[in-house]
């Protein structure tokens, strides 16, 4: 019984950055079947789609953390006048990572256009570990032709980098 347990305290601290690691990958794959998603439906409904953080599901608002809602946007005001117009809400509160978004211009919110690219808009979602352990950061970069790609440790050294070739960091 003692062995056993001894091997249960060895094995949980690697199960737990598994765990850890596990985590920021679903969260950056979920987010980006939400931006996959998005670009798709402006380009399948033919006007711009905008992506916003929501904490109601109906409004912008609030953390990207919180949740996020995808909505027709064809008089680009950022506003679903409509409930028809709103198109998914992503509850990311499930999520333990923090979500910021940083982009040229520095607007809070991601539009689409009916071609698939943004509007005007190239950044990244950078997805941050409650822990703050660095080797789980993760990152999604978006070009302004609407492309999303997942940022990669390129160098070995277990941490993904940026555009810019530098460690991503929150």
């Known amino acids: 019984m003692a062995i056993v347990a001894i091997m249960i305290r060895i094995a949980l601290p690697g199960l737990d950055d598994l765990l850890a690691r596990q985590r920021s ?6 987010l ?24 109601d599901a109906r409004q912008c608002g ?6 996020m ?11 679903a006048n409509e409930p028809g117009q709103i198109l998914s809400y992503v509850d990311m509160g499930g999520s ?37 352990d660095p080797t789980n950061v993760r990152q999604l970069i978006v070009s302004r032709t609407g492309r999303v790609r997942h940022a990669r440790d390129t160098d070995g050294d277990g941490f993904v980098e940026n555009s810019r070739g530098k460690p991503a960091s929150c």
Do not use: K
């Open 62 to 67: 609030g953390t990207w953390s919180q949740g």
């Open 25 to 30: 990958d679903t969260a950056a794959r979920q």
């Open 96 to 132: 333990e990572a923090r979500i910021s978004w940083r982009a040229f211009p520095n607007r809070q919110y991601l539009q689409f256009l009916p071609v698939g690219s943004t509007n005007n808009q190239n950044g990244n979602f950078t997805l941050c570990p409650r822990s703050g």
């Open 32 to 55: 980006h079947r939400v931006l996959v998603m998005a670009r798709s439906a402006a380009i399948t409904h033919g006007e711009m789609v905008t992506l916003c953080p929501s904490t």
């Open 69 to 79: 809602i995808l909505f027709l946007d064809g008089d680009a005001d950022r506003q």
